[in-house]
């Protein structure tokens, strides 16, 4: 049997659309996502009757515990259809974690069967009010109570961990991480619809900043935001006869943990050795190997995930990610750098989960990045969320 | 009395909660293959017997430090007045990867290491409430 995906580069993105990204939007989201939806859809130069599915995921990623509102503070396919007034044959929400890379998977997959003919995508990404993480619990129940009544909670805790374990197995320093932080902020600023835009990060201020869940700091985090992003999927062959050139999906894959673990408990180890099974079922399902890359997008919404991810794709040698940020391997700006932040990641737009990743490898492989447009963009790779829990898709800007 | 969450037991976790009340660790233990799990699970994640009978077995409490970070910010109610503090990942003695994650007793000034010895600790929350932490073997 074949790894190769059956459908690989059947199916395409066609067209997009993206919000402004701000701290709190000014508007419900669910109304930015009506209109971030039809300007995809004009995009792809379609009209909303030919829209026939709608796939998406919608986790609110906070841990706060807040009840989510559909159209308030998530926004599912369910929702956007029936607001958008759709008659959808095909409605599906992807809830496992590496929410964007997972959700792809099945626009891809609801195009190939033929369960659709247009998928409308979305993301919408919302900035509770409060603190985002804070939780005002007092009792702990179910698998919660094996970590908060021991102070173990939140996202934080769960990457401070691994980060530091990398750190201490590897000698390296958390100075060296202000070069992924910097590399990302500095592609961010010059993406009009970031929260970033404009504004780049000295390593200075990355230095200073103050520090969090010991060794991660403010700005290893990426700044919640209320921001919508949609894309228009269609088969390559429909996509030949729209206005944009398609960008094809070659192939995904996705993390599945070997570990049953405590809960937010992800051991360095099981990050490594989990993401080189991603790594090794991508490229299987992609028909490529890692050399064909040249458009890495890797997930960095908590920074240590660019060095782990550059290192389980092969990338750089396992424990060499801090050295080849550091010296400018991921420099965008750099001919022979791998960009693997041109799009400014998380930390440079904003929580977007893994949208900028997904956006960049659209934009570049399209040819519509505009003044940011790559020379060398064949084959992109857009990563989100932990190796060994999220997932990775393979874009290409020729069917192979 | 603390404002910290504090452990609700269930019908599979009561016996965890009676023996820490008492300060001695326990960790669950599948009937049929004799592998412990930490959190237990309605499966063996070691033989995947779907009848694991789990025990909570008392364990030495002795274990080494995988990683370890400092919380400057409690998420939680009930910890400002310990910030910051020292969260440990510990590798018990008893098994390859058995992994609790909990406060370190010896406060942030301490010169850790990986492989650093532990012992568990407990903190008492409320009456007939303890959790587990851990302190430094001296």
């Known amino acids: 049997m074949s790894g190769r995906f059956a459908a690989s580069n059947k199916v395409a993105i066609v067209g997009y659309a993206h919000s402004q990204v701000l701290r709190h939007g000014d508007r419900t989201l669910g109304v930015q996502a009506v209109e971030t939806a039809r300007a995809a859809i004009a995009d792809a130069g379609l009209g909303l009757e030919q829209i026939d599915g709608f796939v998406s995921s919608s986790l609110l990623p906070s841990a706060g515990g807040q009840a989510a509102e559909d159209g308030v503070s998530t926004v599912s396919s369910a929702w956007l259809a029936q607001h958008l007034g759709a008659e959808p044959r095909y409605v599906a929400g992807f809830d496992g974690i590496g929410q964007i890379t997972g959700s792809v998977g099945i626009a891809v997959n609801a195009i190939a069967s033929g369960a659709a003919d247009y998928v409308l995508f979305h993301r919408a990404l919302h900035n509770p009010a409060g603190r985002y993480h804070a939780n005002p619990m007092r009792q702990a129940h179910g698998p919660m109570q094996w970590t908060a009544p021991q102070g173990f909670f939140g996202p934080l805790a769960m990457i401070a961990l691994p980060y530091n374990e990398y750190l201490q197995r590897y000698g390296a320093r958390r100075e060296s991480m202000a070069a992924v932080a910097v590399e990302a902020r500095k592609n961010g600023a010059r993406i009009p619809w970031s929260y970033w835009h404009d504004r780049p990060l000295s390593a200075d201020e990355y230095l200073q900043a103050p520090m969090l869940f010991d060794p991660v700091c403010r700005y290893d985090c990426d700044i919640p935001v209320d921001g919508v992003a949609a894309f228009v999927f269609t088969s390559a062959e429909r996509g030949k006869d729209l206005p944009h050139p398609p960008v094809y999906i070659a192939g995904y894959a996705a993390g599945a943990p070997a570990h049953r673990r405590l809960p937010l408990h992800w051991p360095l180890d099981d990050i490594i050795d989990g993401g080189a099974q991603t790594a090794r079922r991508l490229w299987a399902n992609a028909g490529i190997t890692a050399a064909q890359v040249d458009l890495p997008q890797v997930y960095d919404g908590f920074s240590p995930f660019v060095w782990l991810w550059l290192e389980v794709l092969g990338f750089c040698p396992p424990g060499e990610a801090h050295r080849f940020v550091e010296s400018g391997g991921i420099d965008s700006d750099r001919p022979d750098a791998l960009p693997a932040l041109s799009g400014g990641g998380a930390l440079g737009n904003g929580r977007m989960h893994g949208i900028p990743q997904m956006l960049e490898c659209y934009l570049q492989l399209a040819r519509r990045a505009g003044d940011r447009q790559r020379d060398r963009a064949t084959i992109g790779l857009a990563c989100h969320s932990s190796p060994h829990f999220g997932g990775a898709v393979v874009y290409s800007a020729e069917a192979f | ?138």
């Open chain 2, 1 to 138: 009395m603390t404002e910290r969450p504090l452990p609700v037991p269930d019908e599979a976790s009561a016996p965890f909660w009676s023996a820490a009340a008492e300060h001695v660790l326990t960790v669950a233990r599948c009937a049929q293959c004799g592998q412990f799990s930490m959190p237990p699970d309605v499966v063996c994640p070691h033989c995947r017997s779907s009848d694991p009978r789990f025990e909570f077995t008392p364990v030495s409490g002795r274990g080494t430090v995988r990683s370890w970070t400092v919380v400057r910010q409690a998420f939680l109610p009930g910890f400002d007045d310990d910030l910051p503090f020292v969260l440990v990942d510990v590798e018990l003695v008893e098994q390859k990867e058995l992994r609790l994650v909990g406060r370190l007793l010896d406060g942030v000034n301490t010169d850790l290491h990986v492989g650093d010895a532990v012992v568990v600790g407990f903190e008492d929350l409320a009456p007939g409430v303890a959790v587990p932490a851990f302190e430094l073997s001296r």
